[in-house]
């Protein structure tokens, strides 16, 4: 006799069962890790809108690629029941389906006499923007998430480990904003679908993005996972009222004054860098939104002469040491001998006319400022334990003013709310400040701004003559 039950009653002891689902999500096929095999994702979703992984590989993919498709509705019987592994992140369920050649499975068409359709799916089991940074202790955790698209880099290499990334700006309805970088095949293919779409449609896109990963490398940001999926513009309830709510927005998050602005209004206009983006006073930081990256016109000054000024990681991972002993160890998320290799970075000062706070600033960036590489900064500060001089950087930056990008991210432990500010990059203005004011009195109390890694990667500029682009920073990969 075959039991009809729901994916919750189903264990890999259970015989002669069939299961009524709709694929809410399947992917595309994809190899291994190890490249010995291709394999492709589902989800499935119950009558009772209990969700399981199913996923298939090689040989079952071409047999089921013309009869499995999204959104339709099926009678499963006997799949093989795996327990879930936690290697690459949170399962959905404690058990995973393979489907296979003994699988039996029976599409429910409209004109089936007995068995319905099940309807659209509504259930998404989405994270928000502002509750992510509660899981960033959890380098485990998978999360789904669905934002718009404001921005979409070109595929590029991340570093020193030379994986390819393309790295996208999203954004939710409440403007915070969040960098997102697909890895490898992800930036290749549905990098590419978005980087297409956004240069042919005239509204900004909406993407759901499943099992998806948080860094913390980076203070904040998202990456794709091994066993993440993406999808544009999904025919969600959400996702509909999300892509309509972008159009109703799209002058507005993208940065351009709204044509309903006025003049009169008690509110205050909008400032505006002269490339369009949104500034934004120090004093105004605050109360900016705990996440996003946005712009502000400032001075710059090293007001500790005698901080450290950079920083020894693990040439492989990217992850920051204590120590000042350049010597071999065993890296334990490597998982081999590596070396350690210096990084430049600092606390900066961020000065305008409404008040002061301390941002970082590194890599590229930071040497460019410094003007001098990483491994010099270390020569003169560890090996030889002299102070920098820095005579020539205080007169550098001395009545000039800069727009900077800046990247705000907060995250809570132990019942603290710890904020950090990142430079994404800078670019002298062509004028000099209105009012030049000593730093040091003009300090007002700061805003409580702790220590953040971050990497900035510099593209060179096409001529010695022309400014420079800066690109902003680039996530560690993690499977």
Known sequence: MVLRVNINQIEPATRDWICKVQIVEIGRPRESLDKKCTFQNLILEDEEECQIKAVMYADEIE?????????????????????????????????????????????IKPSHEVEKALPPPTKLNITTFDHIPHLMVDSAAEIDILAIVLRCGPQKNAGRSHHRCREITLCDNQKSQFLFTLWEDFGEIEGHEIASKMATEPDLLVILARSIGISTYQGLSLQTRYNSTLRVNPNYPQAVALINWAKENKTMLLGCPSEKTSTSSSTAPMILTTGGQQLLSIADISSAPSMGMFYVEAEMAILDDFQDFCVLECSGCKQKKRTKDRKDF?????????????????????????????????????????????????????TKRQSLSLTHVHEML???????????????????????????????????????????????????????????????AASSNAPPKFEPPTPIKKV
């Open 330 to 382: 065993d890296c334990l998320k490597c998982n081999r001998k590596t070396a350690l290799v210096p990084r430049c970075s600092f606390q900066i000062d961020l000065i305008d006319n409404t008040a002061t706070t301390t941002s970082s600033i590194s890599a590229d960036l930071g040497e460019k400022i410094l003007s001098m590489t990483a491994e010099d900064i270390f020569d003169i500060t560890c």
């Open 398 to 460: 001395s009545n000039k003013v800069f727009t900077i990008q800046l990247r705000k991210s907060s995250w809570g432990s132990s019942n603290t709310t710890h904020t950090t500010l990142s430079i994404l990059s800078y670019t002298e203005k062509q004028h000099a400040p209105q009012t030049t004011t000593d730093r040091t009195s003009k300090k007002i109390k700061p805003l409580e701004i702790t220590e953040v890694e971050v990497i900035a990667t510099t593209t060179a």
């Open 63 to 107: 047999q089921y690629a013309a009869t499995l498709k999204l959104f339709h509705t099926y009678l499963i019987s006997t799949a093989r029941v795996k327990a879930s592994q936690a290697s690459y992140g949170k399962p959905i369920h404690k058990f995973y389906w393979i489907l296979d050649k003994e699988t039996v499975i029976e599409q």
